[in-house]
């Protein structure tokens, strides 16, 4: 009966992740959409004014009121908040303006070989030649998407994406840098705490973003900005993170990890289809060639 059970939980999570997957993809999809409508600030502040609510009610249930935080971890927590929220998003949905769906789910990847390299150079994570392999075959992947064959200079800064690419691939440091950050936090708080206080500063934070660009009334916004505000808020950043974690308690990480790697095919499978967009032979070869770099320097 035991071995069912485990059996039987282990298919209830896998088929959630697998959801999650498909809700995380959808992102890509309704920032593009809800581009359409509003700024990537006011689209970024929007979701996280929806979403932190929702996650700090979650986080005082957990703790049984709200957590007290050392001053000496205050300084982490705005680094988490700016790097896992603010400029996060601000630079991915800037970034999304310029470049396609499909690239983005497949650079923010890159995450992967920053993280390899922050923990090498802050962490004193060892570097195999495994990783090492990992990483050019990444790059060759990376180049490929960002280049879409075209290897003169002159026409490659020219190329429709390659700003928006470039974009996400910082955003894929930025990525690292909050990973990074949470690694020190994690062991004192659990990850609900963190992402909700994350989320908290990081609205906040977001705040002189949105009034830079012109805060929008949020009652003005169309109904199908709206919908792309509470999927983004609700399903992205709360249903999505909470399921991602408790996947986290019940099965090896390695396992949860892999599931990731469906994410630009399913956004492939939306963006035809949804968006319009185009999928080259450099994309699909570049995507291949990016996601088995990064599962090679994960797994090595």
Not at 53 to 78: C, H, K, S, T, Y
Not at 114 to 122: G, K, R, T, V, W
Not at 199 to 212: C, D, E, Q, S
Request: neutral net charge; glycine residues 8%.
């Amino acid at each position: 009966m035991e071995g069912g059970g485990s059996e039987g939980t282990s298919r209830i999570y896998t088929a959630a992740l697998i959801a999650v997957m498909l809700i995380w993809a959808g992102s890509f999809i309704f920032i593009k959409i809800g581009l359409s409508y509003t700024g990537p600030f006011n689209l970024a502040l929007y979701r996280y004014v929806v979403a932190s609510p929702v996650m700090a009610i979650l986080m005082i249930a957990e703790n049984r009121g709200f957590p007290a935080i050392p001053v000496r971890d205050i300084p982490a927590f705005i680094m988490l908040a700016l790097s896992g929220v603010t400029l996060l998003y601000a630079v991915q949905f800037v970034g999304l303006e310029y470049t396609t769906a499909t690239n983005s789910s497949i650079l923010i990847n890159t995450s992967v070989i920053f993280i390899a390299i922050l923990s090498f150079l802050f962490l004193g994570e060892k570097f195999s030649k495994l990783k090492v392999s990992g990483l050019i075959i990444s790059f060759t992947g990376v180049t490929l998407i960002i280049s879409n064959g075209t290897f003169s200079l002159t026409q490659l800064f020219a190329e429709k994406t390659f700003m928006g690419d470039v974009l996400i691939i910082i955003d894929g440091f930025i990525w690292a840098l909050y990973t990074i950050t949470g690694k020190s936090l994690i062991p004192r708080y659990s990850p609900i705490t963190v992402t909700s206080i994350s989320f908290i500063l990081g609205t906040v934070l977001l705040i002189p973003f949105a009034v830079y660009e012109g805060l929008m009334n949020p009652l003005m916004l169309s109904m199908t900005a709206l919908f792309s505000v509470f999927y983004l808020g609700i399903l992205c950043s709360v249903v999505a993170y909470v399921v991602w974690f408790k996947a986290l308690e019940r099965m090896d990480a390695t396992r949860v990890a892999v599931f990731v790697y469906l994410i630009p095919l399913f956004t492939i499978l939306m963006a035809i289809p949804l968006l319009g967009e185009h999928v080259t032979v450099y994309t699909i070869t570049g995507g291949i060639l990016t996601m088995m770099g990064v599962y090679i320097t994960e797994s090595s």
